[in-house]
């Protein structure tokens, strides 16, 4: 089993940043063989949506557009930790935020929340304007 355990939510007023760390833990071998690790985000009475996902293999990154020119995705391997970094945040940005992490088959987008195996207990992001 993987365990996720995100951090960093809060509020803040529109314009500003704040950054989401995800925290992986389990074996160690299983960790190592996680394909894509990365965020969702959650509005009250929708689906998960995709936001940020990075390849761990690879370390390619891939963003929703929602999210390409603000947010950032990073990985520190060693600590197996994933981060987001998100500035210019708007009001519609607020929403939970979840780490989720290794799909369970390459067949199916990565972008799909039914995609994933494991998945933290979310993060609240606030944006006030």
């Known amino acids: 089993q993987v365990q996720l355990v995100e951090s960093g939510g809060g509020s803040v007023q529109a314009g500003g940043s704040l950054r989401l760390s995800c925290a992986a833990s389990?074996?160690?071998?299983?960790?190592?063989?996680?394909?894509?690790i990365g965020w969702f985000r959650q509005f009250p009475g929708k689906d998960r949506d995709g936001v940020a996902l990075i390849a761990s293999g690879s370390g390619a990154t891939y963003y929703a557009d929602s999210a390409k020119g603000r947010f950032t995705i990073s990985r520190d391997s060693a600590k197996n930790m994933v981060f987001l970094q998100m500035n210019s945040l708007k009001p519609e940005d607020t929403a939970m935020y979840y780490c989720?992490?290794?799909?369970?088959?390459?067949?199916?987008?990565?972008?799909?929340?039914?995609?994933?195996?494991?998945w933290g207990q979310g993060t609240q992001v606030t944006v006030s304007s």
């Open positions: 989720a992490a290794d799909r369970k088959s390459p067949w199916v987008s990565i972008w799909s929340p039914d995609a994933y195996n494991f």
């Open positions: 389990g074996y160690s071998a299983y960790t190592n063989s996680i394909d894509y």
